[in-house]
């Protein structure tokens, strides 16, 4: 079946870079997608992938898959205090339309 | 422009009883999703309209239904609540699922049955 794992914790020093690991299982993904949520908020999309991609770069955000493993991960370059939240990735399920299948997400702690 | 907006932000209901939860989407979306976010489960799909269907729905009972708009408001609707109904609920609205087409999420409405 579908299934998105990843670690649910992870800290880090400010100005240290933080990667947050992924793990799917639906390799016809055509799209892999990271989300934040910062608290009392909703998912805001921070980047996605296509699925023929290794890498993707956006500013200090950066995605590497490995779609042998079917490893995604998002490192955070010079991570701030306000990159504190949880990282949601996430696919398609093998369906068509618009509906999301995210893992737990993990939750970025950030301490200055 | 407008995000998207779900209305109420919070919600207080007692077990058994019915509750309706409005989603308006950014203007021009024609695709609305519903998630249900709790500390156990995660993030779980509900359901999905496109112009006023049904297109796909997740694996929750019957209790859960919802509808669309002509205007392509949404709303769920929850029956006969139960303490696990407890959660926040999320609504997500796109143009379309066509290549990296983003999903724009609300704030959520919580949802505490007691």
């Known amino acids: 079946g579908e299934d998105v794992e990843q670690s649910l914790f992870l800290s880090v020093r400010e100005g240290d870079s933080s990667v947050i690991n992924c793990t799917y299982t639906?390799?016809?993904?055509?799209?892999l997608y990271w989300y934040k949520q910062e608290p009392g908020a909703g998912l805001q999309l921070l980047t996605y992938?296509?699925?023929?991609?290794d890498m993707k770069q956006d500013q200090r955000l950066t995605v590497l898959l490995n779609k042998k493993d079917k490893h995604l991960s998002l490192r955070i370059a010079d991570t701030q205090t306000g990159d504190s939240a949880i990282y949601f990735c996430?696919?398609?399920?093998?369906?068509?339309?618009?509906?999301?299948?995210f893992g737990k997400g993990t939750t970025l702690s950030v301490s200055s | 422009k407008a995000g998207v907006t779900q209305t109420p932000r919070y919600l207080i209901k007692t077990r058994g009883q019915q509750v309706t939860l409005s989603c308006s989407p950014i203007?021009?979306?024609?695709?609305v999703s519903w998630y249900q976010q709790t500390p156990g489960q995660g993030l779980q799909f509900l359901f999905e309209?496109?112009?006023?269907?049904?297109?796909n729905k997740g694996n929750f009972p019957g209790r859960f239904s919802g509808r669309q708009f002509s205007n392509s408001r949404s709303e769920m609707n929850v029956s006969t609540l139960e303490l696990g109904d407890s959660a926040l609920y999320l609504c997500?609205?796109?143009?379309?699922?066509?290549?990296?087409?983003?999903?724009?999420f609300g704030q959520g409405t919580r949802l505490t049955v007691v």
């Open positions: 996430a696919e398609p399920p093998n369906q068509a339309g618009t509906a999301l299948i």
């Open positions: 203007s021009g979306h024609r695709s």
């Open positions: 639906d390799s016809s993904s055509t799209y």
């Open positions: 309209y496109f112009s006023e269907t049904q297109r």
């Open positions: 997500a609205s796109s143009w379309d699922r066509g290549p990296g087409d983003e999903a724009f």
């Open positions: 992938i296509f699925s023929n991609m």
